[in-house]
């Protein structure tokens, strides 16, 4: 389903096989050195949510090569077989046309019962090839808004366990957040409590 110009919602389309890998595989990520973190904001705040990166450590309102607000170690490499699984998504939802550079950056966010993400948009990689967002565990409520303010008009969409959302196009800079998680919600079979969300994206940054 396209939500607006460039922005397609994909339910379910992760195989159960592929759900199970990438839990596993954040697990390994969410480990030590450049592991799992809370985010503080510059103005004294708390993301609720708590990230690990690959590739590039994005922290507020920047990237890094090291876990600079974290441990300060490497951030982990960007896997081959993830940018080939993005490639693919940005064909499935788009079209083979709309594939540009490689990805080379993967944020994880880990989201528990209470956790949020309020409304902004994703300015910091130096690419406008689109951004993959996929999801597991717990549905949440995810607001598309529009390009000029936080505020409305936008949309609420559920995601859920195995759902692909490829933001190409006009929505690549459009406001967007995550109001509500749904505590419980997810596959009991996942063995995950609370939601784990994955964007892939180019950094445009020289190697
Ligand atoms: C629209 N994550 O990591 S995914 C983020 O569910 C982020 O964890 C949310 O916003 C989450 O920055 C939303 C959907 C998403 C991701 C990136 C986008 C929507 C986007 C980039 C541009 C436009
Ligand atoms: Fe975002």
Redesign the pocket.
Same mark, same amino acid.
């Given at each position: 389903t396209e939500v607006a110009p460039g +922005?397609v919602h994909l339910p379910d389309w992760l195989d159960a096989g592929l759900r199970r890998e990438l839990l596993e595989a954040c697990r390994s990520w969410a480990r030590p050195p450049a592991g799992l973190r809370t985010v503080r904001t510059p103005g004294g705040g708390t993301m609720t949510?708590r990230q690990v990166c690959l590739g590039w450590h994005w922290y507020p309102y920047r990237y890094a090569r090291t876990a600079v607000d974290g441990d300060g170690t490497p951030v982990k490499p960007f896997p081959a077989w993830l940018g080939e699984l993005g490639r693919r998504a940005v064909t499935d939802a788009l079209s083979a046309g709309a594939v540009t550079a490689a990805y080379d950056i993967a944020?994880i %966010?880990f989201?528990g019962a209470d956790a949020r993400?309020g409304m @902004? $948009?994703?300015g910091d990689e130096r690419s406008d090839a689109p951004?993959v967002?996929l999801?597991l565990g717990d549905t949440?409520v /995810?607001r598309?808004g529009n390009a000029e303010s936080r505020t409305k008009p936008y949309t609420d969409v559920e995601?859920r366990s195995g759902d692909l959302?490829v /933001?190409g196009g006009a929505? $690549?800079? +459009?406001y @967007?957040?995550?109001p509500r998680v749904y505590a419980g919600t997810a596959p009991p079979e996942l063995g995950l409590s609370g $939601?784990l %969300?994955i964007?892939l994206r180019v950094s445009g940054f020289p190697a």
């Amino acid at each position: 389903t396209e939500v607006a110009p460039g +922005a397609v919602h994909l339910p379910d389309w992760l195989d159960a096989g592929l759900r199970r890998e990438l839990l596993e595989a954040c697990r390994s990520w969410a480990r030590p050195p450049a592991g799992l973190r809370t985010v503080r904001t510059p103005g004294g705040g708390t993301m609720t949510s708590r990230q690990v990166c690959l590739g590039w450590h994005w922290y507020p309102y920047r990237y890094a090569r090291t876990a600079v607000d974290g441990d300060g170690t490497p951030v982990k490499p960007f896997p081959a077989w993830l940018g080939e699984l993005g490639r693919r998504a940005v064909t499935d939802a788009l079209s083979a046309g709309a594939v540009t550079a490689a990805y080379d950056i993967a944020l994880i %966010n880990f989201y528990g019962a209470d956790a949020r993400m309020g409304m @902004h $948009r994703d300015g910091d990689e130096r690419s406008d090839a689109p951004v993959v967002s996929l999801s597991l565990g717990d549905t949440c409520v /995810f607001r598309f808004g529009n390009a000029e303010s936080r505020t409305k008009p936008y949309t609420d969409v559920e995601l859920r366990s195995g759902d692909l959302f490829v /933001f190409g196009g006009a929505s $690549r800079l +459009a406001y @967007h957040g995550v109001p509500r998680v749904y505590a419980g919600t997810a596959p009991p079979e996942l063995g995950l409590s609370g $939601r784990l %969300n994955i964007t892939l994206r180019v950094s445009g940054f020289p190697a």
